[in-house]
């Protein structure tokens, strides 16, 4: 083959030089690839793959989660160190984005990449950030005050937040129709032993009362509530339904202070509801038997469980 051949065709093909792809091109390109694959190779290709991956376009939706969801955990993901890689890419986007980015989901990004990103976000509408140990209140403050267009958060295991956060958000972001506030399984963490570190798991909030009193005073137009392992009763669940009446979609799976007649009660005045998950518990026959605990059927009823069974 010729090596000053420049274009043409060759017997196994035509050759083409990619950095004659005009920008318009190229960007197209880039934008049907995901995030990890434009950091993990992409835009190190030259100077011009670099510059283009850094434009404004591409950069409107921030998405790790995907990327985490697809994985194993691992407890490496709690370190300092990776935080701070989910940090430095979640500041580079932020600021790549000009103002653009609406979206973010990621997981173990900090205070610091945070407040960055809500000063330079004032159009972010969703904002999914489980696991963070340490986003804290602080961060979130910014977020309400800079980001009051958001519509959708998720602070699922966020031990660091609390009903502080949850105020200031209601008050500034009126638009907010999406709240998921999961916690991990406290009931049973031994899916958690050695992956999230001891200390993080104990640190489990105990205020599920306060948080949904928050909630019902302070975010009327929720239409999706998550609250997984809450720890609230039915004073807290009373709270909601009475404040938050377009409730769609309710999820109390693990919480393990309701009943299921607390349950039923409570929600009968909200019209909207078309789905509301109801704490489900299955005991293994291999932990009780039926001729020593046949009270368990009283539980049975208590939670209004589909799959318990002896």
């Known amino acids: 083959m010729d090596k000053d051949n420049k274009g043409g065709d060759t017997e196994s093909g035509p050759i083409y030089n990619w950095a004659e792809l005009t920008y318009e091109c190229l960007i197209n390109i880039l934008s049907r690839l995901t995030l990890e694959e434009r950091w993990t190779g992409t835009m190190f290709v030259c100077r011009s793959w670099f510059s283009a991956c850094r434009d404004p376009i591409l950069h409107s939706v921030f998405d790790l989660q995907t990327h985490f969801d697809s994985l194993v955990e691992s407890p490496l993901w709690w370190s300092t160190d990776f935080e701070g890689r989910v ?5 580079s986007v932020a600021d790549w984005s000009h103002a653009s980015l609406a979206e973010i989901k990621t997981r173990h990004c900090s205070d610091r990449s945070l407040c960055f990103a809500a000063e330079r976000c004032p159009n972010l509408q969703v904002l999914s950030i489980r696991s963070c140990p340490n986003v804290t209140d602080y961060s979130m403050c910014r977020v ?9 958060l998720d602070i699922s ?3 660091e937040i609390s009903h502080e956060s949850l105020v200031v958000i209601g008050r500034n972001c009126p638009k907010l129709k999406v709240l998921k506030r999961n916690l991990m399984n406290w009931l049973d963490p031994s899916q958690h ?3 999230v570190p001891d200390e993080y798991l104990n640190a489990c909030p105990q205020d599920g009362d306060s948080e ?22 039915a004073k807290g669940l009373g709270s909601i339904c009475e404040g938050c009446l377009n409730l769609e979609w309710l999820d109390l799976s693990g919480c ?16 909207n509801l078309k789905q509301v998950i109801k704490p489900n518990f299955y005991i293994p026959r291999s ?19 589909d799959v318990f069974r002896i």
């Open 157 to 159: 295991y966020c031990y």
């Open 256 to 271: 393990a202070n309701l009943t299921g007649r607390d349950i039923a009660n409570l929600t009968s005045n909200l019209k």
């Open 212 to 233: 949904a009193a928050t909630v019902a005073i302070f975010m009327p137009n929720l239409e999706h509530l998550e609250l997984r392992f809450s720890k609230l009763t």
């Open 193 to 195: 032993i050695g992956i």
């Open 287 to 305: 932990v009780f038997h039926t001729d020593r605990y046949g009270h368990w059927s009283l539980y049975d009823e208590r939670f209004q469980t």
């Open 87 to 91: 940090d430095s890419m979640l500041r």
């Open 144 to 152: 309400a005050f800079r980001c009051s267009q958001l519509r959708e």
